[in-house]
């Protein structure tokens, strides 16, 4: 289910809010490709350790949620920084 937006006028963003908005975007996605690096890793050690599987697993099932919360902040921020409003 796909939300709609609306600019609330026209934006003009300076040079450091700009820089700003495009650290936040590293660091998300900086942030998701680690929390990918540890599905992976968490997977390859219950394969190659089977008897962690318990402990694996919790930490492996706590990425995706913490994957969805960072791309919520920066879409957040993104949306607040273009003065997108939801219709």
Known sequence: MSASY???GPVTLSEEQIIAL???LR???HDVNGRLAV?????????LRPESAEERL??????PQKAA???A???RTF?????LMQL
Do not use: F
């Open 6 to 8: 609306k600019p609330s």
């Open 22 to 24: 495009h650290q936040s």
């Open 27 to 29: 660091d998300m996605r």
């Open 39 to 47: 599905i992976v890793a968490a997977a390859e050690l219950i394969r």
């Open 58 to 63: 919790k930490l492996l099932l706590e990425q």
């Open 69 to 71: 919360d960072h791309i």
């Open 73 to 75: 902040e920066y879409s």
């Open 79 to 83: 949306e607040n920084a273009l003065g």
